[in-house]
């Protein structure tokens, strides 16, 4: 038994940024490894149901969150 001193990284949700059609930006959220195998998953648009395939780490495609992303785009950082 060999003792490795490997930290394990936190389990926090990453959040991949979508842009749909009918203009509506929308964060698929989900608690997978980007290193793992991706596997493609079909992601309803929140705003018109418009679907989506997106690619998210294998395991994790029965748990993501959907959430519509409002406000301008986040790089114009509006005032206010
Ligand atoms: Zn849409």
New binding site residues.
Partial sequence: MSDTFQRKPPRERRREQHR?????RFEVGHYGDPLLTAVPVDIK?P????SHMISVPKGTEKNLTVELAAGPEPETGGSG
């Fill in positions: 749909c059609t009918c203009g509506a648009c705003a018109c149901g418009k």
